[in-house]
């Protein structure tokens, strides 16, 4: 995967040739908790995430019923997404979203991908 800047944004993008780790966290939520939960993955993006060695970008996507939330997100590699575990000020979120979700992360790597 990649990531393009066009001035004041970056563009997320998925790419085999690029050496980089992709976090699928998938999250079991209930529906009345949803938006809840995604202001919560926001909040922890944008105070301290993305201020984070390593880290490239964060996409949160919401199932249109309302049980999940998943998180996609770039690290350079996989000892930057570790040193998210020995951040207390990364760490402080998780309790708040362990509250209302369950959440399934994964670490991936790019195997395949096709264009039209």
Known sequence: MTTTITSDRIVTTIAQDQELITLINIFKVEPENQQQLIDLLIDATEEVMCKLPGFISANVHKSLDGTRVTNYA???SIDDFRAIFNTPEAT???PA???IAESEP???EVSYMKQA
Request: hydrophobic share 40%; charged share 15%.
């Open 74 to 76: 770039q690290w350079r």
């Open 92 to 94: 402080a979120h998780m």
């Open 97 to 99: 979203i362990g509250k």
């Open 106 to 108: 994964t670490l991936y």
